[in-house]
């Protein structure tokens, strides 16, 4: 079983930045995903990286903010979010699933992941 331990979330005023990382489990090669959820909301897709690093793949509304990098030694992806915006705060949950070629044709769907972490909160204030 993978187990997904995210850590970095917390509280910060709007404009500042937070780091949150996902280390995974297990030799396993995995493509990795963030999402998020706020109070009354569907969960959304934040952003996907592929095993290799190679792509990333961004939603629209953290485009130019946020930024997704892997570790492979270390089985750790990092989201880097920088200007940060009240409509950010959310529980972070950090998702993954055995590396695929299809990856990037599915990344956005929540259904596409087989692992999950427990999530981290992140607030920001305004």
């Known amino acids: 079983q993978v187990q997904l331990v995210e850590s970095g979330g917390g509280l910060v005023q709007a404009g500042g930045s937070l780091r949150l990382s996902c280390a995974a489990s297990?030799?396993?090669?995995?493509?990795m995903g963030w999402f998020r959820q706020a109070p009354g909301k569907e969960r959304e897709f934040v952003v996907a990286?592929?095993?290799?690093?190679?792509?990333?793949y961004s939603a629209d509304s953290v485009k130019g903010r946020f930024t997704l990098f892997r570790d492979n030694a270390k089985n750790t992806v990092y989201l880097q979010m920088n200007s940060l915006k009240p409509e950010d705060t959310a529980v972070y949950y950090c998702a993954a699933t055995p590396y695929s070629t299809a990856f990037g044709t599915v990344a956005v769907r929540a259904q596409t992941y087989d692992y999950w972490g427990q999530g981290t909160q992140v607030t920001v204030s305004s």
């Open positions: 990286i592929t095993w290799s690093g190679g792509n990333v």
């Open positions: 297990g030799r396993t090669r995995y493509d």
